[in-house]
């Protein structure tokens, strides 16, 4: 089988699952690395084998694990690339209306509040949505004091906040990536690194 990277998307989910059965089955005799958005357990429930060390993420899951988010996105960089595919997940699907000249100014936002919870040692998904839900925005601008977004908050029209939370809270499965505290923490760039190095 080929190492390329496959995507599926818009098929009956019959012929979904059993075209991502038949992969997996394929990955798993030939002793290969993959990564699976199984909404359902089903797949969890078919392939999933703890001793191969494969990962779970899903956070009602008793052996989920967390994404170390911040093991994966470093840099501001790799936190604006995170934001830039929020945005293209919430666009393509039209339930979230963002005007393009606010996306630069909340991608700021969203990178400075990523910055601010790592400082203070608790980052979570769910720590970014309650920074969002229950500060005002005095508040936010206090804990972003001598960040880019300060400028930017100050410029700008107070409803970027909420237009930031409305693309945080349209992905639902997003806090399925936070820790489970009995289960360490998973990087994606250190799992593939430890793959090179063999």
Not at 29 to 52: A, M, T
Not at 106 to 121: A, H, P, V, W, Y
Request: hydrophobic share 35%; charged share 25%.
């Amino acid at each position: 089988m080929s190492k390329d990277n496959i995507f599926i998307s818009n098929m009956h989910s019959n012929y979904q699952v059993n075209l991502i059965d038949k992969i997996l089955c394929n990955i798993q005799e030939n002793n290969q690395p993959g990564i699976v958005v199984d909404y359902s357990g089903e797949l969890i429930q078919k392939h999933y084998d703890q001793g191969r060390g494969d990962i779970i993420f899903n956070s009602s899951h008793a052996k989920s694990s967390g994404w170390d988010f911040l093991a994966d996105c470093r840099h501001e960089d790799e936190i604006g690339d995170f934001f830039n595919r929020l945005i293209q997940y919430s666009t393509q699907d039209n339930t979230v209306n963002i005007e393009l000249r606010d996306i630069s100014n909340m991608k700021i936002i969203f990178i400075d509040s990523i910055n601010f919870l790592r400082e203070t040692g608790s980052f979570s998904f769910k720590n970014l949505k309650m920074m969002l839900v229950r500060g005002d925005h005095q508040e936010i601008l206090q804990n972003l004091a001598g960040k880019k977004s300060i400028k930017v908050l100050n410029n700008t029209k107070n409803d970027l906040i909420p237009a930031l939370l409305r693309l945080i809270t349209y992905i639902p499965k997003l806090e399925d990536f936070d820790t489970n505290q009995q289960n360490s923490l998973f990087s994606i760039n250190n799992y593939f690194e430890s793959l090179k190095q063999g």
